[in-house]
């Protein structure tokens, strides 16, 4: 089995019926997946989401992503001293439409800069590419863990 195909089965398990090993995704893969949220808290709860959304395309998480992720603009506005703190509404807005526009980038990007959605106005580039680096660092985080977990030697995709 492949390091990529070992780190695709730890992301995407989530539910579990019996314990023994398989071929494919298996219960071991979730009590990894758990460990890894337990051991690591909260922002990795999140981190596992974006990585998972962004490797399967699941979106069924979407929504909690979203507004973590607004949560964490509003206080990183706060915090930063940009005039006039986003409003919750708009938050929402920025981080639902640059979790869409991270996700439709696929499992594999580049890392190559794209250009904002359209529906971001200018004025909110800023936060998007914020929130852009924020998603980048959580599906760095998980992959750097596997691959401390895993071995030294895991390709990283």
């Given at each position: 089995?492949?390091?990529?195909?070992?780190?695709e089965?730890?992301?995407?398990?989530?539910?579990?019926?019996?314990?023994?090993?398989?071929?494919?995704?298996?219960?071991?893969?979730?009590?990894?997946?758990?460990?890894?949220?337990?051991?690591?808290?909260?922002?990795?709860?999140?981190?596992?989401?974006?990585?998972?959304m962004?490797?399967?395309?699941?979106?069924?998480?979407?929504?909690?992503?979203?507004?973590?992720?607004?949560?964490?603009?509003?206080?990183?506005?706060?915090?930063?001293?940009?005039?006039g703190?986003?409003?919750?509404?708009?938050?929402?807005?920025?981080?639902?439409?640059?979790?869409?526009?991270?996700?439709?980038?696929?499992?594999?990007?580049?890392?190559?800069?794209?250009?904002?959605?359209?529906?971001?106005?200018?004025?909110?580039?800023?936060?998007?590419?914020?929130?852009?680096?924020?998603?980048?660092?959580?599906c760095?985080?998980?992959?750097?863990?596997?691959?401390?977990?895993?071995?030294?030697?895991?390709?990283?995709?």
């Amino acid at each position: 089995m492949t390091a990529t195909a070992l780190r695709e089965r730890i992301a995407t398990s989530t539910s579990s019926r019996n314990l023994a090993h398989q071929q494919g995704a298996c219960d071991a893969d979730v009590l990894m997946s758990a460990a890894f949220i337990a051991r690591h808290g909260p922002r990795a709860l999140v981190a596992m989401a974006v990585y998972r959304m962004r490797l399967t395309g699941d979106r069924s998480e979407f929504e909690l992503v979203a507004e973590t992720a607004a949560a964490w603009l509003i206080r990183h506005t706060a915090k930063e001293g940009h005039r006039g703190r986003l409003s919750t509404p708009s938050a929402n807005h920025i981080a639902a439409h640059t979790l869409d526009w991270y996700l439709s980038a696929g499992p594999h990007h580049d890392g190559a800069e794209r250009a904002p959605p359209a529906d971001i106005l200018p004025i909110h580039v800023k936060h998007l590419r914020w929130l852009e680096a924020e998603f980048n660092g959580l599906c760095g985080f998980v992959m750097g863990e596997f691959a401390k977990r895993l071995g030294r030697d895991m390709e990283l995709a």
